[in-house]
């Protein structure tokens, strides 16, 4: 256990007193005026006040401007700069003194009074050459923290950008490691190029060194070193700059009553606190260990009665009865605590161990109780929304009362979790229970309630409206043989196979497109079920004068193949368009795809009929159109006979038989019908 | 209504007529005359005649409105006159009917003369 270091409640001169004698070694100067420094007012408005070393090295300084010092500054007095200019004060001897040529560290406080930025450093040496120059600016007129060592530019120089400036510790290290500068336990700023420095006559001055300028400021300790303190030690002082005056006072209390003892009182009363108020927004680590042990011996018959609490009060007293209920308990409570002010991290955390044990001979009533309580409360009303807040509870209980009968081992456990904005609400909770031997008067029983809340602070309904924006249909077709309307082409008896139809293509559109100048295209329904597909020949009949028939055609000479359909319910938009096209493409070749699909090309011959309105808009029209269908389009119209036809008997010819060439005949005996 | 008016475009005869029954027609006067020589090759001789269309309404009226009618077409069977149909749709050219046939349709209880007759007025197109 240590003490802290006050004016009034001491603190270490010398490395055999303090907790950290190896940050007195090279201490080379202590002006602490937050202990208590020595005030010598001998004059006005505390001119020539001195503030003693307490490293027992260095001399004291002694202020020539408006400096005085002040206690209204939490943690000790300080001293109060007030000027600008000579607002200083100045060791009596030359700083040079205080350092070596290869490592120095200076650690010191700043606090400034007012926003304004200034080329004043908060230590320094009145530099007579740039070899010589020691200083710190924190900041200078820029905004920046400029640390010279042994010069001041190029790798004599460090300067740090982007730091805030306030209540801060600075530790300044300089020498063969090169320049290093911590503040407020956070090494800010570094270079690994090795300085040195040149020793000088001039005098060493505290918020002062260039010129007469100073800053307005509060500062409460500089420590000078004449050597590179390790980093383990800066990152302390950058923490803790009065940790050399830190006071190790172990603590060792040792009560016990032993014996037989009646009406005995033993009682302790200890009052630790350990404080830990940083002036920086850093992770606070505050702990107590404290370890008490109370006895109570008595022999049998003497109540046994043992109890801690926190208030440390043992007490052990009274009489009982052999038989009579032993009762064991402690009362404990543990709050921690930690406040910041910034989103650093923050760790409340209470580990509490209770064993408790009762070791009874002989069949009385045995009973262990464990009440605990545990409350953790995390609040983020301050710090970054969106870092994470853990609440946790890890709770070990073990009970164990073995007895020959009955036994009854219950635990029954109350986990709640809240979590606010979006975090995660989670117990896990693991109840183990074992009954060992005995009768099973009693079942052992598990309790297990879990509540799992998350509670949401705003809700976002949405109603969905679609009475202009989605539609719905439904098309729907009853498959059955009737609804396709099955075809067979072939129709008689016996055997043979129909010859092959090209699907119908109901679906299909009765489309017009011409296929000469402009592209057009009319579609049109199909037209009605009289459609007629009609196909021409020539030839030639002669009847002698005997009465015989003869007729002549060649195969060479053409078939004329004519479509006639009447389209009816047209719309008087569509006979007009009809029209239109009729006289855009009149007498010209066009194409035409009829409602199978099928592809024709060829020419309206009677683009002049009429289209009559037989109802309300719904205008019919009929048109021949004289063509031929495309190559593969129609299966069904130009059958391709690749069996000969035989017919029966020999062919009778009349004329020329040159003249005829026909080259089909029938093979086949054909059926009468 | 269907609206007849003659001679244009100094009109000096209105013929006001109901709408017509349901059968008109409307037809291009364009023909083709296809030729198909002996080796199938098609040849078509067109007249488009400008695209000119054919109509052809039958109306129903009383006696005294047929006779209104075809005192009309008497005077104009020559003119140029123009039509507005019972769709408001506007027709100039030139009746081509011939002869105007006045059709008894029947007895018309409570129209003027107790007859119906029927008529058609057949129109080509002026482009």
Same mark, same amino acid.
């Given at each position: 256990?240590?003490?802290?270091?006050?004016?009034?409640?001491?603190?270490?001169?010398?490395?055999?007193?303090?907790?950290?004698?190896?940050?007195?070694?090279?201490?080379?100067?202590?002006?602490?005026?937050?202990?208590?420094?020595?005030?010598?007012?001998?004059?006005?408005?505390?001119?020539?006040?001195?503030?003693?070393?307490?490293?027992?090295?260095?001399?004291?300084?002694?202020?020539?401007?408006?400096?005085?010092?002040?206690?209204?500054?939490?943690?000790?007095?300080?001293?109060?700069?007030?000027?600008?200019?000579?607002?200083?004060?100045?060791?009596?001897?030359?700083?040079?003194?205080?350092?070596?040529?290869?490592?120095?560290?200076?650690?010191?406080?700043?606090?400034?009074?007012?926003?304004?930025?200034?080329?004043?450093?908060?230590?320094?040496?009145?530099?007579?050459?740039?070899?010589?120059?020691?200083?710190?600016?924190?900041?200078?007129?820029?905004?920046?923290?400029?640390?010279?060592?042994?010069?001041?530019?190029?790798?004599?120089?460090?300067?740090?950008?982007?730091?805030?400036?306030?209540?801060?510790?600075?530790?300044?290290?300089?020498?063969?490691?090169?320049?290093?500068?911590?503040?407020?336990?956070?090494?800010?700023?570094?270079?690994?190029?090795?300085?040195?420095?040149?020793?000088?006559?001039?005098?060493?001055?505290?918020?002062?060194?260039?010129?007469?300028?100073?800053?307005?400021?509060?500062?409460?300790?500089?420590?000078?070193?004449?050597?590179?303190?390790?980093?383990?030690?800066?990152?302390?002082?950058?923490?803790?700059?009065?940790?050399?005056?830190?006071?190790?006072?172990?603590?060792?209390?040792?009560?016990?009553?032993?014996?037989?003892?009646?009406?005995?009182?033993?009682?302790?009363?200890?009052?630790?606190?350990?404080?830990?108020?940083?002036?920086?927004?850093?992770?606070?680590?505050?702990?107590?260990?404290?370890?008490?042990?109370?006895?109570?011996?008595?022999?049998?018959?003497?109540?046994?009665?043992?109890?801690?609490?926190?208030?440390?009060?043992?007490?052990?007293?009274?009489?009982?009865?052999?038989?009579?209920?032993?009762?064991?308990?402690?009362?404990?409570?543990?709050?921690?605590?930690?406040?910041?002010?910034?989103?650093?991290?923050?760790?409340?955390?209470?580990?509490?161990?209770?064993?408790?044990?009762?070791?009874?001979?002989?069949?009385?009533?045995?009973?262990?109780?464990?009440?605990?309580?545990?409350?953790?409360?995390?609040?983020?009303?301050?710090?970054?929304?969106?870092?994470?807040?853990?609440?946790?509870?890890?709770?070990?209980?073990?009970?164990?009362?073995?007895?020959?009968?009955?036994?009854?081992?219950?635990?029954?456990?109350?986990?709640?979790?809240?979590?606010?904005?979006?975090?995660?609400?989670?117990?896990?909770?693991?109840?183990?229970?074992?009954?060992?031997?005995?009768?099973?008067?009693?079942?052992?029983?598990?309790?297990?309630?879990?509540?799992?809340?998350?509670?949401?602070?705003?809700?976002?309904?949405?109603?969905?409206?679609?009475?202009?924006?989605?539609?719905?249909?439904?098309?729907?077709?009853?498959?059955?043989?009737?609804?396709?309307?099955?075809?067979?082409?072939?129709?008689?008896?016996?055997?043979?196979?129909?010859?092959?139809?090209?699907?119908?293509?109901?679906?299909?559109?009765?489309?017009?497109?011409?296929?000469?100048?402009?592209?057009?295209?009319?579609?049109?329904?199909?037209?009605?079920?009289?459609?007629?597909?009609?196909?021409?020949?020539?030839?030639?009949?002669?009847?002698?004068?005997?009465?015989?028939?003869?007729?002549?055609?060649?195969?060479?000479?053409?078939?004329?193949?004519?479509?006639?359909?009447?389209?009816?319910?047209?719309?008087?938009?569509?006979?007009?368009?009809?029209?239109?096209?009729?006289?855009?493409?009149?007498?010209?070749?066009?194409?035409?795809?009829?409602?199978?699909?099928?592809?024709?090309?060829?020419?309206?011959?009677?683009?002049?009929?009429?289209?009559?309105?037989?109802?309300?808009?719904?205008?019919?029209?009929?048109?021949?159109?004289?063509?031929?269908?495309?190559?593969?389009?129609?299966?069904?119209?130009?059958?391709?006979?690749?069996?000969?036809?035989?017919?029966?008997?020999?062919?009778?010819?009349?004329?020329?038989?040159?003249?005829?060439?026909?080259?089909?005949?029938?093979?086949?005996?054909?059926?009468?019908? | 209504?269907?609206?007849?008016?003659?001679?244009?475009?100094?009109?000096?005869?209105?013929?006001?007529?109901?709408?017509?029954?349901?059968?008109?027609?409307?037809?291009?006067?364009?023909?083709?005359?296809?030729?198909?020589?002996? +080796?199938? !090759? #098609?040849?078509?001789?067109?007249?488009?005649?400008? &695209? *000119?269309?054919?109509?052809?309404?039958?109306?129903?009226?009383?006696?005294?409105?047929?006779?209104?009618?075809?005192?009309?077409?008497?005077?104009?069977?020559?003119?140029?006159?123009?039509?507005?149909?019972?769709?408001?749709?506007?027709?100039?050219? +030139?009746? !081509? #009917?011939?002869?105007?046939?006045?059709?008894?349709? &029947? *007895?018309?209880?409570?129209?003027?003369?107790?007859?119906?007759?029927?008529?058609?007025?057949?129109?080509?197109?002026?482009?």
């Amino acid at each position: 256990m240590y003490l802290r270091p006050s004016r009034h409640g001491g603190f270490a001169r010398n490395d055999a007193e303090s907790a950290y004698p190896e940050l007195w070694a090279g201490l080379t100067g202590a002006w602490v005026p937050a202990l208590g420094a020595s005030v010598s007012s001998r004059a006005v408005n505390n001119v020539g006040t001195v503030i003693e070393d307490l490293s027992g090295f260095g001399p004291g300084m002694f202020g020539d401007g408006p400096t005085e010092i002040r206690g209204e500054v939490a943690g000790g007095p300080s001293l109060q700069f007030a000027a600008t200019t000579l607002g200083y004060v100045e060791m009596s001897h030359p700083g040079g003194r205080l350092f070596r040529a290869n490592g120095a560290t200076i650690v010191v406080h700043k606090q400034k009074t007012d926003g304004t930025n200034r080329n004043a450093t908060i230590f320094g040496n009145v530099a007579g050459v740039a070899a010589a120059i020691c200083r710190l600016y924190a900041p200078d007129a820029s905004g920046n923290a400029v640390f010279e060592f042994g010069g001041n530019t190029g790798t004599n120089e460090l300067s740090i950008s982007g730091l805030t400036f306030g209540d801060d510790v600075w530790v300044c290290r300089a020498g063969t490691r090169g320049l290093y500068v911590w503040q407020n336990g956070v090494l800010v700023g570094s270079s690994s190029t090795p300085v040195t420095f040149s020793n000088n006559t001039t005098t060493w001055r505290w918020n002062g060194g260039v010129s007469t300028s100073s800053d307005l400021c509060r500062s409460k300790v500089m420590l000078t070193f004449d050597r590179e303190l390790s980093d383990q030690d800066a990152l302390l002082l950058s923490r803790d700059p009065l940790a050399p005056f830190v006071v190790k006072h172990p603590l060792k209390l040792i009560a016990g009553g032993g014996g037989a003892i009646l009406d005995n009182d033993i009682s302790q009363s200890l009052n630790l606190g350990q404080d830990a108020t940083p002036t920086i927004e850093r992770q606070v680590s505050a702990s107590s260990t404290l370890a008490l042990a109370g006895l109570a011996v008595a022999e049998i018959g003497v109540e046994k009665n043992v109890e801690s609490e926190l208030g440390f009060t043992d007490l052990a007293e009274g009489f009982v009865f052999p038989g009579d209920i032993q009762h064991v308990s402690h009362d404990l409570g543990l709050t921690d605590s930690a406040v910041g002010d910034n989103a650093s991290t923050e760790e409340p955390t209470s580990s509490l161990a209770l064993i408790q044990s009762v070791s009874v001979v002989g069949p009385t009533y045995v009973d262990v109780h464990v009440i605990m309580g545990l409350e953790h409360g995390a609040g983020g009303s301050i710090g970054v929304p969106w870092l994470p807040i853990e609440v946790e509870h890890s709770l070990g209980l073990s009970q164990l009362a073995g007895r020959a009968r009955p036994q009854s081992v219950t635990s029954t456990l109350s986990l709640t979790g809240a979590a606010f904005r979006r975090q995660e609400v989670q117990s896990t909770l693991s109840l183990v229970q074992t009954v060992a031997g005995g009768e099973g008067i009693d079942l052992s029983t598990q309790n297990v309630n879990l509540s799992h809340v998350v509670l949401v602070n705003a809700a976002f309904l949405r109603s969905f409206l679609h009475n202009n924006f989605l539609q719905q249909s439904l098309t729907y077709f009853i498959d059955n043989s009737c609804a396709r309307k099955e075809y067979n082409r072939y129709q008689g008896e016996g055997e043979g196979d129909g010859i092959e139809e090209k699907p119908l293509l109901f679906n299909s559109d009765f489309v017009l497109e011409s296929l000469s100048g402009p592209k057009l295209i009319v579609r049109l329904r199909s037209p009605e079920m009289d459609d007629r597909d009609r196909s021409g020949f020539n030839r030639v009949n002669r009847e002698t004068r005997g009465g015989e028939l003869n007729v002549f055609s060649d195969p060479a000479w053409p078939n004329i193949n004519t479509l006639l359909v009447t389209i009816t319910a047209l719309k008087q938009t569509k006979i007009e368009e009809l029209q239109e096209f009729l006289l855009t493409t009149l007498g010209q070749q066009i194409k035409l795809q009829d409602w199978k699909g099928r592809s024709w090309a060829g020419v309206i011959t009677t683009p002049g009929d009429v289209a009559t309105e037989d109802e309300r808009n719904a205008w019919t029209m009929s048109f021949e159109f004289e063509g031929e269908p495309y190559e593969g389009q129609a299966i069904d119209d130009r059958i391709a006979f690749d069996q000969y036809v035989l017919p029966v008997g020999p062919v009778e010819r009349e004329g020329d038989p040159g003249a005829l060439s026909l080259d089909q005949y029938v093979s086949a005996t054909l059926e009468s019908p | 209504m269907f609206r007849v008016e003659g001679p244009f475009p100094g009109y000096r005869t209105t013929l006001i007529l109901p709408s017509p029954d349901f059968g008109n027609s409307r037809a291009l006067a364009s023909t083709v005359q296809p030729v198909r020589t002996m +080796n199938g !090759t #098609l040849y078509t001789y067109v007249k488009n005649k400008r &695209g *000119r269309k054919a109509h052809v309404w039958e109306f129903t009226v009383a006696k005294e409105k047929s006779l209104e009618a075809k005192a009309f077409v008497d005077a104009y069977i020559s003119s140029v006159i123009r039509i507005t149909d019972h769709e408001d749709v506007i027709h100039l050219g +030139n009746l !081509t #009917l011939n002869p105007l046939e006045l059709t008894g349709d &029947g *007895r018309a209880n409570g129209w003027p003369g107790g007859e119906a007759y029927r008529f058609a007025l057949q129109l080509e197109e002026k482009v």
